[in-house]
């Protein structure tokens, strides 16, 4: 079992619509999550981080975390065209308290 | 621009040969963590520094690779005798101290060895 995982995709949205991405995790004492969007041959940038069970919103950005499942997620509401990218999950592994994991990304296509 | 600065953007070498990129992390970061990054995939951890010290080191890191923070600031990472398979992007954050810091990245340094 990867130690996070992502649907690798793509995910086509209308735009407009929400957009959902999943992403589940293994070390169940894990404290940290974060969401990096990654345009193609760009550097992955921080959107989100959330740390307590629960929705956090940011704009047209929530994030949704439930350690009991184990699972961490991001909705993007009224798509747009420029959110388009590779979206990576990233987990602070408890294990050692300076080290994240990042999934593979999913990658999402906003449609027009 | 206080961001994270990485250099070269580029660097084409043949195999067999030594590279070195070069980090300079946001000032007032004392964390400075190495990660590359290939196709499809993310960005998959190298190894990190607390200040000066080098805290941890990925398994998968051979000794042909080789990172420093000498004074704390910036860091290098050398890889030598390079090979088809460490063609890659390799990326630097950096963060401030805590578990819970996010880090951010330098726009990274595309490896191509030919």
């Known amino acids: 079992q990867k130690e996070v995982e992502q649907n690798s995709g793509p995910l086509s949205v209308p735009e407009g619509a929400i957009a959902s991405l999943n992403c589940t995790y293994s070390?169940?004492?894990?404290?940290?999550f974060f969401w990096y969007r990654q345009y193609s041959g760009k550097s992955p940038e921080l959107i989100m981080s959330?740390?307590?069970?629960g929705d956090k919103e940011d704009g047209r950005f929530t994030a949704q975390l439930n350690k009991a499942s184990q699972y961490v997620s991001l909705l993007i509401r009224d798509s747009q065209p420029s959110d388009s990218a590779t979206y990576l999950c990233a987990v602070n592994m408890y294990s050692s308290a300076s080290k994240i994991i990042f999934g593979s990304g999913t990658r999402l296509s906003i449609r027009p | 621009d206080t961001g994270v600065s990485q250099n070269p953007r580029h660097k084409i070498t043949k195999r067999g040969q030594n590279v070195t990129f070069r980090c300079d992390p946001i000032?007032?970061?004392?964390?400075l963590y190495w990660y590359r990054q290939t196709l499809g995939q993310g960005p998959e951890f190298l190894t990190y520094f607390q200040n000066e010290a080098q805290l941890e080191k990925s398994r998968l890191l051979s000794d042909r690779f080789s990172a420093e923070r000498p004074k704390g600031s910036f860091s290098t990472l050398e890889i030598q005798r390079t090979e088809q398979g460490d063609s890659a992007m390799y990326l630097c954050?950096?963060?401030?101290?805590?578990?819970?810091?996010?880090?951010?990245f330098g726009d990274g340094t595309r490896l191509s060895i030919l």
């Open positions: 000032s007032e970061h004392n964390r």
């Open positions: 070390d169940r004492v894990s404290q940290s």
């Open positions: 954050a950096s963060s401030s101290a805590g578990s819970n810091q996010p880090q951010h």
């Open positions: 959330i740390y307590s069970n």
